[in-house]
């Protein structure tokens, strides 16, 4: 008897094909349906105890906060990476164009409930919902990546979890778009969430996140700045508090030479918490306000990362990027993972060599050093080696 997880999976795989069988007759019918993805199979070595078999696609910053000199390296491969998406694209409607999609992988961030323990963490995952929106005019109502989030800061390299001041979120929205020359301007309500540490995750916002971001596209690259708004909150019954914070993020993007070598620069600052570092930081600390209450200090953070990719010639091509991030209020970050220290700044570089066998199929090799400073004065320092092979579809 199939679990309910399994049973999910094979229905969703059984409807894309389905879709995908349909697309003929769509098309007829005015109706444009794409059905892709691809395959991703990661093997990597990682030093310190970090890297297991249950997480071979890449080293959070937050696993510094499990390295240990004292535990060997860790060798694993998985394919949780692979996503799979469809696209529905309808011109002639009432109220314009409509474009749909929906995408999602297999459990790449979801160690805990995507494997169970009889599968050894790498036969057994759940389909995770990536994206899943509407785009209607000027509007996109749906889940997809964060306004706040400029796409030209995405690194070519084949670590999931990024540099170590990556800037990253995937919630709802509704999002505005208008664009006039060279600048794009985008307004967008998001879902807010507040991470505080020690009192963990909450939901009790009474506001969403108010997200703004500039594009400027002139002939020399690209330039983009992005703020945000949001509100701190906890309501457990027992107290309240809550507390607006925001933050800024820079992002510049030029290719130095067209189609053969570009850089990538991006500079963040402020209450960004859960944005910023891949959730190495939490949004705030709940403390004692000395009336018997309590209050919430939200942890300012700062970041910056520089990029370059050299495109050799049309199938072979190498990227190096180093960053930086730390928190602005020492002690403050209560985001330890049960492990009685959390981090206080974490530095990353990545270097890596990619090659395309034929088209749509490319091999890879990646290194990566991470090296943090804990709030118990550790200073936890890991290699990672990673063998990547993808497959568009």
């Known amino acids: 008897m199939l679990y309910l997880k399994e049973m999910r999976i094979a229905a969703l795989i059984i409807a894309l094909i389905a879709m995908s069988i349909g697309v003929k007759q769509a098309n007829a019918e005015g109706v444009d349906v794409d059905f892709g993805g691809f395959v991703k199979v990661n093997a990597a070595l990682a030093t310190n105890g970090v890297n297991g078999i249950d997480d071979a696609s890449g080293s959070y910053n937050a696993d510094l906060l499990f390295a240990s000199d004292n535990k060997g390296s860790r060798f694993g491969i998985n394919a949780k990476?692979?996503?799979?998406?469809?696209?529905?694209?309808?011109?002639?409607?009432?109220?314009?164009?409509?474009?749909?999609?929906?995408?999602?992988?297999?459990?790449?961030?979801?160690?805990?409930?995507?494997?169970?323990?009889?599968?050894?963490?790498?036969?057994?995952?759940?389909?995770?919902?990536?994206?899943?929106?509407?785009?209607?005019?000027?509007?996109?109502?749906?889940?997809?990546?964060?306004?706040?989030?400029?796409?030209?800061?995405?690194?070519?390299?084949?670590?999931?979890?990024g540099n170590s001041a990556v800037t990253f979120a995937r919630q709802p929205m509704v999002r505005f778009t208008v664009s006039a020359g060279e600048f794009s301007l985008r307004l967008a309500l998001e879902n807010p969430t507040s991470n505080l540490g020690d009192y963990d995750i909450t939901d009790d916002q009474r506001m969403p996140d108010y997200v703004g971001r500039i594009d400027f596209d002139p002939s020399w690259g690209h330039l983009s700045v992005a703020g945000i708004l949001r509100e701190l909150r906890i309501d457990n019954g027992q107290f309240e508090a809550h507390k607006m914070t925001g933050g800024v993020i820079i992002t510049a993007h030029k290719e130095i030479i067209p189609g053969r070598f570009e850089i990538v620069g991006q500079y963040l600052r402020g209450g960004i918490g859960h944005y910023g570092a891949f959730s190495a930081f939490a949004d705030g600390i709940v403390l004692d306000d000395g009336q018997g209450g309590k209050y919430i200090d939200p942890v300012d953070i700062q970041g910056a990362t520089f990029s370059t990719t050299m495109h050799?010639?049309?199938?072979?091509?190498?990227?190096?990027?180093?960053?930086?991030?730390?928190?602005?209020?020492?002690?403050?970050?209560?985001?330890?993972?049960?492990?009685?220290?959390?981090?206080?700044?974490?530095?990353?570089?990545?270097?890596?060599?990619?090659?395309?066998?034929?088209?749509?199929?490319?091999?890879?090799?990646?290194?990566?050093?991470?090296?943090?400073?804990?709030?118990?004065?550790?200073?936890?320092?890991?290699?990672?080696?990673?063998?990547?092979?993808?497959?568009?579809?």
């Not at 009432?94 to 474009?99: C, E, H, Q, R, T």
């Not at 974490?346 to 400073?373: P, Q, R, T």
């Open 81 to 161: 990476e692979t996503r799979l998406y469809v696209s529905i694209n309808k011109n002639d409607t009432p109220f314009g164009p409509i474009k749909t999609y929906v995408e999602g992988n297999f459990g790449v961030e979801s160690n805990a409930d995507g494997n169970r323990v009889e599968a050894y963490g790498t036969s057994n995952t759940r389909f995770v919902l990536r994206h899943a929106y509407v785009e209607v005019g000027n509007f996109l109502i749906g889940q997809t990546i964060s306004t706040f989030i400029d796409p030209k800061s995405f690194l070519d390299i084949l670590d999931y979890g």
């Open 312 to 393: 050799f010639t049309e199938k072979l091509r190498s990227t190096v990027a180093v960053s930086w991030a730390e928190s602005l209020d020492p002690g403050h970050n209560q985001q330890t993972l049960g492990t009685g220290h959390a981090i206080e700044n974490v530095k990353s570089l990545h270097a890596n060599i990619f090659y395309d066998l034929i088209k749509n199929f490319m091999i890879g090799f990646e290194y990566k050093k991470l090296i943090g400073e804990l709030t118990d004065q550790t200073k936890p320092n890991v290699d990672r080696y990673q063998l990547s092979v993808l497959y568009t579809f």
